[in-house]
Nanobody, 115 residues
Framework: QVRLVESGGGLVQPGGSLRLSCAASGSLFWFYAMGWYRQAPGKQRELVAS???????GYADSVKGRFTISRDNAKNTMYLQMNSLKPEDTAVYYC?????????WGQGTQVTISS
């Protein structure tokens, strides 16, 4: 069973930046397209960014141009650079496979954008 551990969240002012990390256990991280998801209070979890095993990114319209997803397969780690943050980006952020059957969800990392 793959274990996913998210980190890097925090409280920042609007316009600020954060860099999230996702550390995955197991030897097949490189094989899968991975994604960053977020869940705001009272809302469903949504996919905001994804990256193929070859490194091709995809973004939800709400974050396009502000967020950058990347991965380091040698380190079994994925990143999400978030710039120009807005209050509506406030959510718990999770990582998981982008397609198919998901691994068990980690605890996520809280991102709060507030002045």
């Amino acid at each position: 069973q793959v274990r996913l551990v998210e980190s890097g969240g925090g409280l920042v002012q609007p316009g600020g930046s954060l860099r999230l990390s996702c550390a995955a256990s197991g030897s097949l991280f490189w094989f899968y397209a991975m994604g960053w998801y977020r869940q705001a209070p009272g809302k469903q979890r949504e996919l905001v960014a994804s990256i193929t095993r070859g490194g091709i990114p995809g973004y939800a319209d709400s974050v396009k141009g502000r967020f950058t997803i990347s991965r380091d397969n040698a380190k079994n780690t994925m990143y999400l650079q978030m710039n120009s943050l807005k209050p509506e980006d406030t959510a718990v952020y999770y990582c998981n496979k982008a397609d198919g059957v998901k691994d068990s969800w980690g605890q996520g990392t809280q991102v709060t954008i507030s002045s």
